[in-house]
């Protein structure tokens, strides 16, 4: 079974920097998809940032210039690095790990998350 372990969550000023990781048991590390994806108080769950096994990345909207996810697969972690972050960007991150075959989903596994809270 995989187990996904997120940090680096906390209490940062409005235009701070926060960077969180996420820590991945198993063997399947190097040929996911890692996500980070995150729920406000009163909204859904939504996608912030994604990373592929070979690198490709993409970014909300809402976040796209300020946020920069990466992976490090000799340590199998994911980063999600947030600068000038804002209140509406305070929500519970979850750190998510995909394997597709075929263009398929195989399986999935998710992370118990991290709090971010940021302050005005």
């Known amino acids: 079974q995989v187990q996904l372990v997120e940090s680096g969550g906390g209490l940062v000023q409005a235009g701070g920097s926060l960077r969180l990781s996420c820590a991945a048991s198993?063997?399947?590390?190097?040929?996911?998809?890692m996500g980070w994806y995150r729920r406000a108080p009163g909204k859904q769950r939504e996608l912030v940032a994604r990373i592929t096994n070979g690198g490709s990345t993409d970014y909300a909207d809402s976040v796209k210039g300020r946020f920069t996810v990466s992976r490090d697969n000799a340590k199998n972690t994911v980063y999600l690095q947030m600068n000038s972050l804002k209140p509406e960007d305070t929500a519970v991150y979850y750190c998510?790990?995909?394997?597709?075959?075929?263009?398929?989903?195989?399986?999935?596994?998710w992370g118990q998350g991290t709090q971010v809270t940021v302050s005005s």
């Open positions: 198993g063997s399947s590390f190097s040929i996911s998809i």
């Open positions: 998510n790990l995909r394997v597709e075959q075929y263009d398929a989903l195989r399986y999935e596994y």
